[in-house]
């Protein structure tokens, strides 16, 4: 089935520095793909909406300037937390529409921890 | 826009228990309904679905009917293992959207 591949599974950084996550649909095109950032107590946000060719769409709240989103091909798409901070410490998950029964297939997510 | 409210978790269970976790949306017309789980340190997974009233989805031993009367999607398994904990997401997408409504998350942990 579709698999979506997200890289790094975790990563720890400093305070003030940025961090790239990847988001690769494998075996399939992606011209959307979707990032999440999972909260505590499990609840999930949509972030953004990555679009090839084109800006992507911030969900109300979520700043743009740090949360940086490139869609670079029909198979990848990156999230750059800029000038991270110990706030920004969390799960974030991609995900990109479904290819068969599923509306949504997710990468296996990114542990960040801002130290 | 649609909603989808689950139950407050955790929900603890002893090995071979009955599960139902407990899924009600809201939404215009009628909606496909998914429960996606999300085991410890991974992304979500699909479960099951069903796109219609009266379907019942069912996978891995897990089932859910979807009920139009009560707008309901609740999820029920008869006898829980170990394995099974994780996290459980009840979500609704409707027509000519690709990106569902999603619940809080049940949290299910099953102990020996």
């Known amino acids: 089935g579709a698999v979506v591949s997200q890289h790094p599974s975790w990563v720890i950084c400093k305070s003030g520095t940025s961090v790239k996550i990847e988001c690769r649909s494998l075996?399939?095109?992606?011209?959307?793909m979707f990032w999440y950032r999972q909260f505590p107590k499990q609840s999930l946000m949509l972030m953004a909406t990555?679009?090839?060719?084109?800006?992507?769409?911030?969900e109300q709240g979520v700043e743009k300037d740090k949360f940086l989103i490139n869609h670079a091909s029909l198979t990848l798409s990156t999230l750059t937390v800029t000038s991270a901070h110990p706030e920004d410490s969390s799960f974030y998950i991609c995900?990109?529409?479904?290819?068969?029964?599923?509306?949504?297939?997710f990468g296996n997510g990114t542990r960040l921890t801002v130290t | 826009g649609n909603s989808v409210t689950q139950m407050e978790g955790p929900v603890t269970l002893s090995e071979e228990a009955f599960l139902t976790i407990n899924c009600t949306y809201t939404?215009?017309?009628?909606?496909?309904l998914f429960w996606y789980v999300q085991y410890p340190g991974e992304g979500l997974q699909l479960l099951l679905k069903?796109?219609?009233?009266?379907d019942k989805g069912s996978n891995k031993g897990f089932e859910a009917t979807y009920r139009k009367e009560t707008t309901s999607f609740h999820l029920e398994k008869g006898s829980v293992q170990v394995s099974d904990s994780a996290v459980y997401f009840c979500?609704?997408?409707?027509?000519?959207?690709?990106?569902?409504?999603f619940g809080r998350g049940t949290s299910l942990i099953v102990h020996p």
């Open positions: 069903a796109t219609k009233a009266d």
């Open positions: 995900s990109a529409p479904g290819q068969g029964i599923s509306p949504l297939h």
């Open positions: 939404a215009t017309g009628y909606p496909s």
């Open positions: 990555s679009n090839e060719g084109s800006k992507a769409t911030y």
């Open positions: 979500a609704a997408l409707s027509g000519g959207s690709y990106i569902p409504t």
């Open positions: 075996d399939f095109q992606a011209t959307t």
